[in-house]
């Protein structure tokens, strides 16, 4: 697939508010409009080489799902799927959502289970972000001291969401080019 696909999972629309943002900057010759992973089936999203995928944290920063407490189907009804899928030749951007003053303890955790999620598989991660400017006790999201994709936070710090946003496309768009051209 010639553009980047852009999958979300969400329960209450903030997520997926936050990927029509990401779609926006890319603008529609690049991406393809953002959907909900709950009505997308395994060979569409396989079809795309050059991925951006987010997730709220929900549950005890588990992968959200039915199981976690979540209104309709997320990443964990999706997940399945995915076994035993080679996912090697897929370059991957990942954001999460998480609300650092009420869940410190567990500060966007969710974002890990989508990590290991498609690291495991064989998936190219990139996209790393700064814990600077976050407040919070603890995130499981964290390796080497990054955040393994972009946090964005729209309960304590709504008004860092779009410069947090531009920064961050900016950064990954060009290492998501490569497995465009790849796939053309
Ligand atoms: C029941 C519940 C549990 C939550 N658990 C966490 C959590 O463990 N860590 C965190 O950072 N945020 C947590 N949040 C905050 C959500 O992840 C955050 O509000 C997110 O923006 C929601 O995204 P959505 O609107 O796409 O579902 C929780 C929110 C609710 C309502």
Same mark, same amino acid.
């Given at each position: 697939?010639?553009?980047?696909?852009?999958? %979300?999972?969400?329960?209450?629309?903030?997520?997926?508010? &936050?990927?029509?943002?990401?779609?926006?900057?890319?603008?529609? /010759?690049?991406?393809?409009?953002?959907?909900?992973?709950?009505?997308?089936?395994?060979?569409?999203?396989?079809?795309?080489? =050059?991925?951006?995928?987010?997730?709220?944290?929900?549950?005890?920063?588990?992968?959200?799902?039915?199981?976690?407490?979540?209104? /309709?189907?997320?990443?964990? /009804?999706?997940?399945?799927?995915?076994?035993?899928?080679?996912?090697?030749?897929? !370059?991957? =951007?990942?954001?999460?959502?998480?609300?650092?003053? !009420?869940?410190?303890? !567990? %500060?966007?955790?969710?974002?890990?289970?989508?990590?290991?999620?498609?690291?495991?598989?064989?998936?190219?991660?990139?996209?790393?972000?700064?814990?600077?400017?976050?407040?919070?006790?603890?995130?499981?999201?964290?390796?080497?001291? /990054?955040? &393994?994709?972009?946090?964005?936070?729209?309960?304590?710090?709504?008004?860092?969401?779009?410069?947090?946003?531009?920064?961050?496309?900016?950064?990954?768009?060009?290492?998501?080019?490569?497995?465009?051209?790849?796939?053309?």
């Amino acid at each position: 697939m010639s553009k980047i696909g852009i999958f %979300f999972g969400t329960d209450t629309g903030t997520t997926r508010l &936050v990927a029509k943002k990401i779609y926006s900057l890319l603008g529609d /010759e690049l991406a393809d409009k953002p959907k909900n992973i709950n009505r997308t089936t395994p060979t569409e999203f396989l079809q795309y080489d =050059a991925l951006i995928l987010g997730t709220p944290s929900y549950g005890l920063g588990e992968l959200p799902g039915l199981a976690t407490g979540c209104q /309709e189907a997320n990443w964990l /009804e999706f997940a399945p799927y995915l076994d035993g899928v080679d996912l090697s030749t897929k !370059r991957i =951007a990942l954001f999460g959502l998480g609300h650092q003053e !009420r869940y410190a303890d !567990r %500060f966007a955790s969710s974002l890990i289970h989508l990590y290991r999620l498609f690291y495991g598989n064989g998936a190219q991660i990139i996209g790393r972000w700064s814990t600077a400017g976050y407040q919070f006790q603890h995130s499981a999201a964290i390796i080497d001291n /990054e955040f &393994v994709g972009l946090v964005i936070d729209q309960r304590s710090q709504p008004f860092l969401t779009d410069e947090r946003l531009q920064s961050w496309v900016a950064q990954v768009k060009p290492a998501l080019l490569p497995a465009l051209a790849q796939a053309a």
